[in-house]
């Protein structure tokens, strides 16, 4: 089973507005983290956002938060105000307790597209 | 700001050749990663290591090999290229622990293509 599921290949949103980005994900550790980040075309990984598992509020960084539904196994990643420049793949990824080396498993991203 | 630089950003080698992909960063992480990324199947790790001359394999290490003798660099080895090992190449460091929060920091990727 996959442990990093993003089910959106393409997304579509307009300026100004909100979209979010699903992220669902498989673990039997108690303990284990949540990232999101973002690829330009450009091609370099640019790390948006972290989520613990323990954390008890949905993490924020600007314009990004991450909806974050334990019992669902899901961590959102929601973007309001979109701008051009967020057209972008976007990666959620995963740190599991167990393990060492902070090893991260990566989901097959889902690439996002701003529009006028 | 960490700054995580690979020593090419486009590569073209012939089947058979060893190639070498340097990695170097500059924050003393302890951790270091390889991954590559192909369409559609996300960014998938080849190699880590978590201390100087230490490497554990990765969900794909076959073809592969690295080498880390000094902190601040992780170079990852195509013993023989494969025309299957055309790729988009990743390296990143992270701090170390278990349950760190701390994030990885990618280098800007190499695009390896054997002919």
């Known amino acids: ?116 | 700001d960490v700054k995580v630089t690979q020593s090419s950003r486009y590569l073209v080698k012939r089947t058979g050749e060893k190639v070498f992909l340097e990695c170097v960063q500059d924050m003393d992480h302890e951790n270091m990663f390889w991954y590559r990324q192909d369409p559609g199947l996300g960014l998938r790790l080849i190699y880590f290591s978590y201390d100087v001359k230490m490497k554990e394999k990765g969900d794909i290490p076959e073809g592969y090999s690295v080498s880390r003798e000094k902190k601040e660099r992780f170079s990852l080895i195509l013993e023989s290229a494969s025309t299957n090992q055309t790729s988009m190449y990743l390296c990143a460091s992270s701090s170390p622990g278990h349950y760190s929060n701390q994030p990885q920091h990618f280098g800007d990727g190499t695009r390896l293509s054997i002919l």
């Open chain 1, 1 to 116: 089973a996959q442990k990093i599921t993003q089910t959106q290949p393409g997304m579509f949103v307009q300026e100004k507005e909100a979209v979010t980005l699903d992220c669902t994900y498989d673990t039997s550790d108690q303990s284990y983290g949540l990232f999101w980040y973002k690829q330009p075309s450009s091609g370099e990984m640019i790390f948006l956002i972290y989520q613990g598992s323990y954390d008890e509020q949905n993490a924020t960084e600007g314009r990004y938060s991450l909806n974050f539904q334990k019992a669902r196994k899901s961590a959102n990643l929601v973007i309001s105000a979109s701008q051009l420049g967020d057209s972008a793949m976007y990666f959620c990824a995963m740190r599991e307790g167990t393990g060492g080396g902070n090893k991260l498993t990566f989901g097959t991203g889902t690439q996002l597209k701003v529009e006028l």
